[in-house]
T-cell receptor, first 111, second 114 residues
Framework: TQLLEQSPQFLSIQEGENLTVYCNSS?????LQWYRQEPGEGPVLLVT?????EVKKLKRLTFQFGDARKDSSLHITAAQTGDTGLYLC???????????FGSGTKLNVKP | DTEVTQTPKHLVMGMTNKKSLKCEQH?????MYWYKQKAKKPPELMFV???????INESVPSRFSPECPNSSLLNLHLHALQPEDSALYLC?????????????FGSGTQLSVL
């Protein structure tokens, strides 16, 4: 059983479309991170959110941490082929850097 | 230098072999991690070293033996593995191991156990 569930599991869209990926849990997290992983590589951090209700923007990517710190979303505006990859959320439940990874969302952006 | 370097990139071993995976970082980070990632699954935490001491062992079988010789190096010694241990093994580091820190991942070692 995953502590963090992501949806959708797979997403295939055309370039220029918008999309949202969700990361949900019944547990409260002290911080939550989003990573992007390409095949044969390790995950690369996109953002860390620590405050309930926090919204962070990274160019075309918007990240939101739920008010209760149990869930998060990643919204991509005008997706590009370079956004293709596996998106992983990861939550920490204590002050220590022990992260639990979500089930992952595999995004494919077609030209 | 903001890299975590893992060697080898690929490893094929038999069930009776002994091998080691290596991980190195020169960012001055004091927390280092081993993760295991099966195909199409998220990474699963195996071990955490903080200031060269083992601080977390996620009930990993003893056929996996971690070692942290100094603050820059992390090894994972493998012995008598099973085919189901085949996976991508990822090393990561962070500045001190406090909550919310960025994890810097290496590219991983793709391990196949025959």
């Amino acid at each position: 059983t995953q502590l963090l569930e992501q949806s959708p599991q797979f997403l295939s869209i055309q370039e220029g479309e918008n999309l949202t990926v969700y990361c949900n849990s019944s547990s409260v997290f002290s911080s939550l991170q989003w990573y992007r992983q390409e095949p044969g590589e390790g995950p690369v951090l996109l953002v860390t959110v620590v405050t309930g209700g926090e919204v962070k923007k990274l160019k075309r990517l918007t990240f939101q941490f739920g008010d209760a710190r149990k869930d998060s979303s990643l919204h991509i505006t005008a997706a590009q082929t370079g956004d293709t990859g596996l998106y992983l959320c990861a939550g920490a439940r204590s002050n220590f850097n022990k992260f639990y990874f979500g089930s992952g969302t595999k995004l494919n952006v077609k030209p | 230098d903001t890299e975590v370097t893992q060697t080898p990139k690929h490893l094929v071993m038999g069930m009776t072999n002994k091998k080691s995976l290596k991980c190195e970082q020169h960012m001055g980070h004091r927390a280092m991690y081993w993760y295991k990632q099966k195909a199409k699954k998220p990474p699963e935490l195996m071990f955490v070293y903080s200031y060269e001491k083992l601080s977390i062992n996620e009930s990993v079988p003893s056929r996996f033996s971690p070692e942290c010789p100094n603050s820059s190096l992390l090894n994972l010694h493998l012995h008598a593995l099973q085919p189901e241990d085949s996976a991508l093994y990822l090393c990561a580091s962070s500045p001190s191991g406090r909550g919310g820190e960025k994890l810097f991942f290496g590219s991983g070692t793709q391990l196949s156990v025959l």
